[in-house]
């Protein structure tokens, strides 16, 4: 029986078996959570049944995390298979894929900052507020993912790196604020990886070859092994971890010089 038995788990952001989401889900299952999955547009709806079938899950629910109609309806149509749930996963990020190259200044616009924001953290608040009333009053666990693009300047991650900076925050007042209700909140911030969502971000390929060289471990880290950081957190296991941003990149945070 895994540490996760008897646990719901809500997991948003499955776009492909490539996806960190998918690696969060699929460690989630294998100690014994019980799944439910969003998609985000029709387009995606085949998919993400198919992949959560090969987990066990029947639960799919459409939710565009863009409006807030979209996320009241998805906890209304999950409330017809749990009165309550244990844990929620956040793997939501976007921001135009002009505006994630050259130069930070000259490329950000406003509206693609409020978008970038929008969609990348204040989704996580609007989730949150939605799924309280199913979280409350037992042992839960909301976790998201960010990059270290939040704290460090990094090329091509721009605007970005803001949204990312702003989840972290967003983490941290939210623990604040869900503790009484025995919600925890935490972050993972993970080493690149190659993903769909990845690839608008440009010489990403440089990127991955770079930590590969100079991250302590000398690898890049798999949707595997944020996975399994995910499944620790979102766990009893990690009752009294709250509103912590846990680095998941084979040590990369750490590196202040290199080449040496």
């Given at each position: 029986?895994?540490?996760?038995?008897?646990?719901k788990a809500l997991i948003i952001g499955v776009a492909s078996n490539r996806s960190i989401a998918w690696g969060v889900a699929k460690?989630?299952?294998?100690?014994?959570?019980?799944?439910?999955?969003?998609?985000?547009?029709?387009?995606?709806?085949?998919?993400?049944?198919?992949?959560?079938?090969?987990?066990?899950?029947?639960?799919?629910?459409?939710?565009?995390?863009?409006?807030?109609?979209?996320?009241?309806?998805?906890?209304?149509?999950?409330?017809?298979?749990?009165?309550?749930?244990?844990?929620?996963?956040?793997?939501?990020?976007?921001?135009?894929?002009?505006?994630?190259?050259?130069?930070?200044?000259?490329?950000?616009?406003?509206?693609?900052?409020?978008?970038?924001?929008?969609?990348?953290?204040?989704?996580?608040?609007?989730?949150?507020?939605?799924?309280?009333?199913?979280?409350?009053?037992?042992?839960?666990?909301?976790?998201?993912?960010?990059?270290?693009?939040?704290?460090?300047?990094?090329?091509?991650?721009?605007?970005?790196?803001?949204?990312?900076?702003?989840?972290?925050?967003?983490?941290?007042?939210?623990?604040?604020?869900?503790?009484?209700?025995?919600?925890?909140?935490?972050?993972?911030?993970?080493?690149?990886?190659?993903?769909?969502?990845?690839?608008?971000?440009?010489?990403?390929?440089?990127?991955?070859?770079?930590?590969?060289?100079?991250?302590?471990?000398?690898?890049?880290?798999?949707?595997?092994?944020?996975?399994?950081?995910?499944?620790?957190?979102?766990?009893?296991?990690?009752?009294?971890?709250?509103?912590?941003?846990?680095?998941?990149?084979?040590?990369?945070?750490?590196?202040?010089?290199?080449?040496?």
């Amino acid at each position: 029986m895994g540490f996760l038995a008897n646990k719901k788990a809500l997991i948003i952001g499955v776009a492909s078996n490539r996806s960190i989401a998918w690696g969060v889900a699929k460690a989630m299952h294998e100690q014994g959570a019980e799944l439910a999955f969003t998609y985000q547009n029709e387009r995606l709806q085949s998919r993400v049944e198919k992949l959560a079938k090969e987990l066990d899950s029947n639960i799919v629910l459409p939710c565009d995390v863009a409006t807030d109609e979209n996320i009241s309806d998805l906890f209304t149509q999950l409330g017809t298979h749990w009165s309550e749930f244990d844990i929620l996963v956040h793997s939501v990020a976007f921001a135009p894929k002009e505006e994630l190259e050259g130069d930070f200044v000259e490329n950000t616009t406003r509206e693609g900052s409020k978008l970038a924001h929008d969609i990348s953290s204040y989704s996580l608040t609007a989730l949150a507020k939605a799924a309280r009333p199913m979280m409350s009053g037992h042992p839960s666990a909301i976790m998201s993912l960010t990059y270290l693009g939040a704290m460090k300047a990094m090329p091509n991650y721009n605007v970005m790196g803001l949204a990312k900076a702003s989840l972290e925050a967003n983490t941290r007042y939210m623990a604040y604020a869900l503790g009484p209700d025995n919600i925890r909140v935490n972050c993972i911030s993970a080493g690149p990886i190659r993903t769909l969502a990845a690839a608008g971000i440009g010489d990403f390929r440089k990127m991955l070859d770079h930590v590969e060289q100079n991250a302590p471990l000398r690898k890049n880290v798999s949707i595997d092994e944020v996975g399994n950081a995910a499944a620790f957190l979102c766990s009893d296991l990690a009752s009294g971890i709250t509103g912590e941003i846990t680095y998941v990149d084979a040590g990369f945070n750490i590196v202040g010089m290199t080449g040496y």
